[in-house]
């Protein structure tokens, strides 16, 4: 019952925590598009599906950031980081 509490509290202060670093959705949407650049320029080990699904997803959230679509930009950046996190995780 403790671990569950103090999990709780983590997660809750984890998400806090990012919502003040990320004030707006702008925010985090140039963070994730500098995250995700980042995980495709050092990920030797990704498949090529994989890596073009997310490379498609950055092209698209580039263009949604330029079009001020942030909410668009952080869902795609957010699943592209997610799909290529699982894809390392699985190795």
């Known amino acids: 019952m403790k671990r569950s509490a103090l999990a709780g509290l983590l997660i809750c202060a984890t998400l806090t925590t990012a919502h003040a670093f990320a004030s707006n959705e702008s925010d985090m ?9 980042s995980e495709l320029a050092n990920a030797t ?34 699943q592209a980081l997610q799909s290529v996190q699982s894809h390392k995780n699985s190795q």
């Open 45 to 78: 080990k990704l498949d090529a599906a994989t890596q073009s699904d997310a490379t498609s997803k950055l092209q698209q959230a580039k263009s949604a950031y330029a079009a001020k679509n942030d909410r668009e930009c952080v869902s795609l950046t957010q």
């Open 29 to 37: 949407c140039a963070r994730n598009l500098q995250t995700l650049t």
